[in-house]
């Protein structure tokens, strides 16, 4: 199982960027996809997930209405489009995987994990 996220990097208060994930090793279609991320000194916080079938999403309190996900079935890929950035978004992004339908905001529920994208906000 491998998850490869990009499309981290640094750019100014009120910008945009979209992360990518791409998968191999598991059944992408059939696992309920995670976005989050981890600030210095931080917890782990939940960002997004969406469900197999991408019927379904879930934001964190505070990126919903800047943040959306989405995925490429075909592609085995799940996005993290950003928009109107801010300093507190700046954190190491982090995607991961479950099997089945169900979100979560735990990432204990989650088994399989990407190595991150560095996302700076500069203000």
Known sequence: VQLQASGGGLVQTG???????????????????????????????????????????????????????????????????????KPEDTAVYYCAARDGSIMYQSPSRYPYWGQGTQVTVSS
Request: charged letters at 15%; aromatic letters at 14%; hydrophobic letters at 35%.
């Open 15 to 85: 910008g945009s960027l979209n992360l990518s994930c791409t998968t191999s090793g598991f059944t992408f279609s059939s696992h309920a996809m995670g976005w989050f991320r981890q600030a210095p000194g931080k917890e782990r916080e939940f960002v997004s997930a969406i469900s197999w079938s991408g019927l379904s999403t879930y934001y964190g309190d505070s990126v919903k209405g800047r943040f959306a996900i989405s995925r490429d079935d075909a592609k085995n890929t799940v996005y993290l489009q950003m928009n109107a950035l």
